[in-house]
Every structure is written in C-alpha cells, then in structure tokens.
C-alpha cells in the first residue's frame, strides 16, 4: 500500500511541540484519531480506485449496448445508468432476450482484463420490484388456502405498491427473498385489507379480484 494516503496525518509521539503543556490523555486521543483518519484514508483511498474503474467499465458497457443492433431491434432503452448499475426497458415479450443482450454488453466492457467478470440482471416491473415473471400460480379464487397461490396474490399486491407484513421464518431470524417483503403463503388481517382496498378503490366485484390485479400488474390495466 502506497504511503500517500498518510500526507498530512501528524506523528504527534515525535512532535515536542505539540506536547508542551498538554496532558498525556490529551495526546493519547489525538494519537487514536489520527490512526483513525489514517485507516479512513486508507479504505477512501481504495474505495476511490474500485469505483473510478466502474465507472469506467460503465460508460463502455453504454456504448456496447446503445450500439447493439439486436438491442434496438427489440426496442431495448436505457433509462438512466445508477453507479455501477444500468436501468433499462425492454418489452415484456423480449425480456429474457433483452437481459441477455445487457449482461453481454456488461461483461464485454471488460473483454480486455486478464479474467472474465460477471453481471447479474434482475427482470422487474419496476425497478426494485418483485422478479419478472411472477413465478407462483395463480389462483382460481380470491379465498384459495394453497400457499403457493396466496404468495401470487401477495405478489401483485406488492406490484400494485401495498405493503404487506414481514414475518419471521421457523428459526426466528429475518426472511430473505420474497419472503422478506410479505410475499410469504400466509394469510394475514393486513393483506385482507388490503384486498379489500383493492377492490373498492378499482370498483370491482370480489370475484373479478383475480384477473383485474393480474391484468393491471402485467399491462397496467
């Protein structure tokens, strides 16, 4: 590690100066914050390098995809480029083709390093939504116990922006995954009220519930 990041911190054991008429508590803080900004130093320094070269990989990876025929042939956009990330559209149809097409562009950024990286693309309605396609089944009935089922109805309440309650899996601990944003196969009051939100705010009759959300969901109404 370059010595650089440390320019300016102040060795105050070796300063007699700055230890005139200061008591030993004094310098002993001084010291420990200076140690302190040192390793902060150290990790910004880091830091700075890991996300200038990201950056860098990024604005090559716009290039490769806004240049890609196939990406304009499927009518792929991009929307806005987040850090390290690319937030894109791309047509339902064309979307497992259109992640494709984005996780290439990513990774051919960097064709040139001496080892391969790889991208992860998350498919989604809407950015930091539920995954797309949803990949539950869809109930017959508004009144289904099946839990697979409950979890899609509890899907496209969360994709019509309702929040539902997060429960703690069998070991006590915080669900991940779907499960930890309420999309979990159990009925609960709130996702009750929930659909009944539902139904009266669109005007629509309970069982009509289940192809008017799933229709709103995937085409917006």
Known sequence: ?????????????????????????????????????????VRLYGNMHCCTSAAELTKMAILKLENNKEWQRIGGRLLVPIHDELLTEVPARYA?????????????????????????VETTYRWY????????????????????EIKWIQYHLRESEYLLPVLKDENGEKPRGDAAKGVNGVRTPEMESAIEDYIKSRHILKEDFIDTI???????G
């Open 1 to 41: 590690m370059s010595s650089a990041p440390y320019t300016g911190c102040k060795d105050v054991s070796t300063s007699s100066r700055c230890c005139e008429g200061r008591s030993e508590d004094e310098l002993q803080t001084e010291m420990v914050d200076c140690n302190y900004f040192a390793e902060d130093i």
């Open 129 to 148: 939504g539920m995954a797309y396609p949803c990949p539950y089944k869809k109930p017959n009935s508004i009144d289904t116990n099946d839990e697979d």
């Open 96 to 120: 497992e083709e259109g992640a494709k097409i984005l996780s290439d562009s990513m990774c051919g950024a960097a064709d040139f390093m001496p080892f391969p990286i790889t991208c992860d």
């Open 214 to 220: 799933d229709r709103e969901v995937d085409i917006g």
